[in-house]
């Protein structure tokens, strides 16, 4: 799960680490009001989505040569007109793809006067099995150019959980962004704040681009993003009552309620598999088939008629999808059991797209003979490769 930055900025600042004054807004209005409360007389409008490279951004309806999605304000009634503008249009940034996303919430900051910015970031390293902790002294909008041109210039920490955070993990971060004395101590000290911040909130990944270094010697987190292991969410109600429902797929939020891992892509056959391995090996043979998969959905080990008909309305809802492949292997899930799904889901959705379903384990037999008596055009195939050949020549029959 992820958060907006004034959000997850608000956590930060739990844990002692220094953040810019700032306020969060849904309205232009409350913007204004926001920047009446700074000291002033240079403050920031920030766009608020769950997408990086906002600063370079452009917004759909206002044409190439408008700004980006944080600007600088030098009165408050450029506050306002900043706000306005940004406020209900689209922002498209290189993470957010050509559809962009709307813009309705804002983050009004007080200016910074920067001596120099920085880079520092946490995650999960699956390789290791470690937490990772990733500095530069390269910080900013260019960070992604740094990692791909000049990556000698990035320097990775690796902390074992079981040892946890210790005083020579501080010095390796200080001595990677190259800071001596004062700062030196100050990003010793942020480094430890981090990890512990990090640990106990069960964060997937912590970054901040860019961590600053002010005019007057103190460091300063001037930007951050947040994510958070979903399967941890449970032990942190405050985090979970962050989410910010508009920033996600529709389908992605249904599928959640029925405990559907599901994820939108950009083919054409609809996939609904039990296993994630699974579920990637079909997708991988639809398109080895010459066709490409609309969705990632696993249905997981224990689906019911309910989940699989929730599956099916899912699949369903995106106008791409042209033809449904479901392939289920029965292990714990009985065939018969999921048999008896697939034709209670498909009449329920009066199913108007070709399906062929592919079954295979405990009750097989079941399965297959509760498809076949069910009066539905259910294409069965005999194994993955017989399954993606026939949902492709379906759909393309079709067409």
């Known amino acids: 799960m992820n958060i907006h930055e004034y959000q997850a900025k608000d956590l930060l600042a739990k844990y002692g680490i220094g953040i810019p004054a700032g306020h969060a807004a849904l ?3 409350e913007a204004v009001e926001g920047a009446k409360k700074l000291p002033g007389p240079l403050y920031v ?6 997408a990086g490279g906002r600063g370079k951004g452009k917004f759909k309806e206002l044409g190439p040569d408008a700004k980006g999605g944080v600007r600088l304000s030098k009165s408050i009634e450029e506050v306002e007109a900043n706000a306005r503008e940004m406020l209900g249009n689209t922002l498209v940034t290189i993470q957010t793809g050509e559809a962009g996303k709307q813009v309705n919430r804002l983050y009004v900051t007080d200016g910074v006067d920067i001596a120099k910015e920085y880079y520092l970031s946490m995650l999960v390293d699956r390789a290791t099995g470690r937490i990772a902790m ?5 910080g900013g909008m260019d960070i992604e150019e740094v990692a791909h041109s000049t990556p000698e210039k990035i320097v990775t920490i690796t902390i074992d959980p079981a040892e946890g955070f210790q005083p020579h993990h501080g010095r390796a ?3 990677g962004l190259k800071l001596t004395g004062d700062l030196n101590k100050q990003a010793q000290k942020l480094a430890k704040q981090l990890y ?3 640990v106990d909130l069960d964060c997937a990944m912590l970054e901040i681009n860019p961590l600053v270094e002010t005019q007057d010697g103190n460091l300063l987190v001037l930007d951050t993003k947040m994510s958070f292991d979903s399967n941890a ?3 942190h109600p405050d985090v979970m009552a962050l989410r910010d429902e508009t920033e996600e797929d ?3 939020i249904e599928a959640s309620k029925y405990d559907l891992a599901y994820i939108k892509l950009d083919g054409d056959i609809g996939c609904m598999v039990n296993g994630a391995g699974l579920a990637m090996a079909t997708m991988d043979i639809i398109k080895l088939n010459g066709m490409f998969p609309a969705n990632f959905l696993d249905v997981g080990g224990g689906a019911t008629t309910e989940k699989v008909t929730a599956a099916f309305k899912i699949i369903l809802g995106d106008p791409n999808v042209k033809g449904i492949l479901v392939n289920i292997f029965g292990g714990i899930m009985k065939c018969d059991v999921i048999a008896e799904g697939i034709v209670a889901a498909a009449k329920d959705v009066n199913l ?12 097989v037999e079941k399965g297959k003979e509760i498809l076949a008596n069910s009066g539905l055009a259910i294409v069965p195939a005999n194994d993955l490769g017989d399954a993606a050949r026939k949902i492709v020549a379906e759909v393309k029959a079709a067409a």
């Open 352 to 363: 108007s797209v070709p399906l062929v379903v592919r079954l295979e384990g405990t009750n």
């Open 134 to 138: 990733i500095a530069s002294t390269e």
């Open 250 to 252: 529709p389908a992605e």
């Open 173 to 175: 971060v200080a001595f």
């Open 196 to 198: 512990t911040a990090f």
């Open 27 to 29: 309205t232009v209005e």
């Open 45 to 50: 409008v920030k766009a608020q989505i769950h």
């Open 233 to 235: 969410l449970f032990r």
